[in-house]
């Protein structure tokens, strides 16, 4: 049986369990908590790995289609916002407001965000990589490939044998995925099921309707302008190979080694996918883009706020684009909620509750955002080298 079906298997497996016995095998939910540690633990090492390699490595003259691949990142998201603000106003949704929301800190403002994000780039590597920090691990990968582009050939190849190594490592890992989901899938099931999401039924079913209408339709559509070929069939792999492992782990830095290896299943330039991938793990949020839209479209529906269609627009563009500063915050997107709200005037105190909702719905909601973030990385680096293909 090939991953994907495994994974099928181990989901079914998980929901049986916790169905018959809850309780008796509570033991089960560590399989899916050691396995998302242990993706989380080696996804930082592999990406600062990876992108040193494939800099240093790089020989002049060879081509990348980074400027392609960040091009198509920018309009995805943005489209994503646009979705996300179009299906707010075709279907107006309404939320019950309630106190306690979470105690977590939003950013206050754009200002706030993109300071968070230069700090980020320029923390001290080993605390990046402790934390977790892929704006940081990134400009240190970056500045260490170029300046290693000039060492010797031996180098290289201790950087090539100690990538090949870690990748491996990343493969013993990925193998155990279907115990790791069922562990996850029993916790889920178990501990929370659905009725704490039954009062929020149709406020999820529009952001899933919206996420999936990006991943099955606007993506597609970006395939085909820029690369002139059917694009399901890379959609379709995607979601299937990336979307769905992403979907339980609902961490797109955990995803990283999933993606880093279809790119090189569908044979795509390594030079490029070595840093795009872990990239668009960081800035290419369309799932967060239909988040922040979508919940903040409901909270001046239910507050009575009129907004056009325009204004919406610019706002949600801005939100998604900001989102690369927090993208290591705890709660995601959730947590520029409050600061797309108080562009429309809409109060932190009830917005921290909108935010205290997104938890509720969060086993749903942060699976599929994930999910279509994922998949949309190794969508638009595909995407770029078949357009690159085309050209020649």
């Known amino acids: 049986?090939?991953?994907?079906?495994?994974?099928?298997?181990?989901?079914?497996?998980?929901?049986?369990?916790?169905?018959?016995?809850?309780?008796?095998?509570?033991?089960?939910?560590?399989?899916g908590t050691l396995f998302v540690g242990a993706l989380k633990a080696v996804a930082p090492i592999l990406v600062f790995v990876l992108v040193i390699n494939a800099l240093a490595s790089h020989v002049s003259g060879?081509?990348?289609n980074m400027k392609m691949v960040l091009v198509l990142y920018a309009i995805g998201t943005f489209l994503a916002g646009f979705v996300g603000v179009v299906i707010s106003f075709i279907f107006p949704t309404?939320?019950?407001?309630?106190?306690?929301?979470?105690?977590i800190a939003p950013p206050s403002g754009v200002i706030e965000v993109l300071e968070s994000l230069l700090f980020n780039i320029v923390t001290n590597p080993v605390s990046a990589i402790m934390n977790a920090n892929y704006l940081g691990i990134l400009a240190w990968a970056v500045l260490l490939g170029i300046a290693l582009k000039?060492?010797?050939?031996?180098?290289?190849?201790?950087?090539?044998?100690?990538?090949?190594?870690?990748?491996?490592?990343?493969?013993?890992?990925?193998s155990l995925a279907p115990i790791g989901i069922m562990g996850i899938m029993f916790d889920i099931i178990s501990t929370t099921g659905?009725?704490?999401?039954?009062?929020?039924?149709?406020?999820?079913?529009?952001?899933?309707?919206?996420?999936?209408?990006?991943?099955?339709?606007?993506?597609?559509?970006?395939?085909?302008?820029v690369?002139?070929?059917?694009?399901?069939?890379?959609?379709?792999?995607?979601?299937k190979e990336s979307g769905i492992t992403a979907f339980f782990t609902r961490s797109s830095a955990a995803n990283i080694p999933v993606n880093m290896a279809l790119a090189e299943k569908l044979k795509l330039n390594k030079d490029t996918y070595a840093v795009s991938i872990p990239l668009g793990a960081t800035i290419n949020m369309a799932g967060a883009a239909v988040t922040i839209s979508v919940l903040t479209m409901a909270t001046a529906h239910t507050l009575g706020i009129e907004v056009d269609i325009l204004t919406a627009v610019i706002l949600m563009a801005l939100a998604a684009v900001s989102a690369a500063g927090a993208s290591g915050v705890p709660?995601?997107?959730?947590?520029?909620?409050p600061l797309a709200c108080g562009l429309l005037g809409i109060s932190d105190d009830i917005a921290m509750q909108v935010v205290a909702?997104?938890?509720?719905?969060?086993?749903?909601?942060?699976?599929?955002?994930?999910?279509?973030?994922?998949?949309?990385?190794?969508?638009?680096?595909?995407?770029?080298?078949y357009a690159k293909e085309r050209a020649k």
């Open 150 to 174: 000039a060492s010797n050939d031996s180098t290289k190849t201790m950087l090539a044998n100690i990538s090949d190594a870690v990748t491996n490592i990343v493969q013993w890992i990925i």
């Open 227 to 239: 690369a002139r070929r059917n694009p399901y069939p890379l959609v379709l792999t995607s979601l």
């Open 1 to 31: 049986m090939n991953l994907v079906s495994r994974i099928v298997v181990g989901i079914i497996v998980g929901i049986v369990l916790a169905l018959i016995a809850p309780e008796a095998l509570s033991g089960i939910t560590i399989l």
């Open 62 to 64: 060879k081509t990348t």
């Open 331 to 337: 709660g995601g997107s959730l947590l520029l909620i």
């Open 194 to 225: 659905l009725s704490a999401l039954q009062e929020y039924g149709r406020l999820i079913i529009i952001l899933v309707v919206a996420m999936f209408f990006v991943a099955l339709v606007v993506n597609p559509l970006i395939v085909l302008l």
């Open 94 to 103: 309404e939320l019950t407001l309630k106190t306690g929301a979470q105690e």
């Open 357 to 385: 909702i997104g938890f509720i719905i969060g086993v749903v909601q942060d699976s599929c955002e994930t999910a279509l973030n994922s998949s949309s990385d190794i969508v638009f680096t595909a995407a770029a080298e």
